[in-house]
């Protein structure tokens, strides 16, 4: 399966900064897409990443906060931006060869907001 | 009501024990189901996957799928320490959105010496 990295793979940011999360594969992909996983609740699909073109939202996600880019097969870049305490979570990059394959994860960023 | 239900546990079982990990779902439209370990720190490591009802096998790992009662099952055979995680169900809809997962909250699972 893909090798999917990650970075960073923790931060402590504070309140109202931005933090970018850099997914890299090893290589090419179809679909990539960015989860988030909160303390005791499901991995949340945040959007997925189009390539050349704008993500993709969930209901509940909006691109002026988690403004994404995925500038080729291999590549993906998060926002999280105007960060507060509530944003505090891992964020993970997961990515499938074609459109109905299983995902695999990358090993997620660890983001706390102060 | 989550469209993916999971017992979060933690579940605990002695080393050699036959571990059954279980999620209910409410989609009809379900039809695609994996399963994930998760070990801390680390992301979700997918174990198994499955398109049909019935039951698949891999090594020590069997997936059950019975979509009449919307009831999905691991069963780890011969447990071992190593297999202490937290095991992820999940599913999706196979109509070009088949890698858009619904997951269950987790199970967490230690298996002791």
């Known amino acids: 399966s893909a090798v999917i990295s990650q970075k960073p793979s923790r931060d402590i940011c504070q309140r109202g900064t931005s933090l970018t999360i850099q997914c890299q594969v090893d290589s090419q992909v179809t679909m990539m897409f960015w989860y988030r996983q909160q303390p005791g609740q499901s991995l949340t699909l945040i959007a997925t990443a189009n390539q050349g073109s704008e993500a993709t939202y969930e209901s509940g996600f909006v691109i002026d906060k988690f403004p994404i880019s995925r500038p080729n097969l291999t590549f993906s870049t998060l926002t999280v931006s105007n960060m507060s305490p509530e944003d505090s979570s891992i964020y993970l990059c997961?990515?499938?060869?074609?459109?109905?394959?299983?995902?695999?994860f990358g090993n997620g960023t660890r983001l706390t907001v102060t | 009501q989550k469209e993916v239900e999971q017992d979060p546990g933690p579940l605990s079982v002695p080393e050699g024990a036959i571990v059954s990990l279980n999620c209910t779902y409410s989609n009809s439209a379900f039809q695609y189901f994996m399963w994930y370990r998760q070990y801390s720190r680390k992301g979700p490591e997918l174990l198994m996957y499955?398109?049909?009802?019935g039951n698949k096998e891999d090594g020590r790992f069997t997936a059950q799928v019975d979509k009449s009662s919307k009831y999905i099952s691991l069963f780890i055979r011969d447990s071992q320490p190593s297999d202490s995680a937290t095991y992820l169900c999940a599913a999706a809809v196979l109509t070009g959105g088949g890698n858009k997962l619904t997951f269950g909250t987790g199970t967490q699972l230690k298996v002791e010496l």
């Open positions: 997961s990515v499938g060869t074609d459109i109905n394959s299983p995902l695999h």
């Open positions: 499955t398109y049909s009802s």
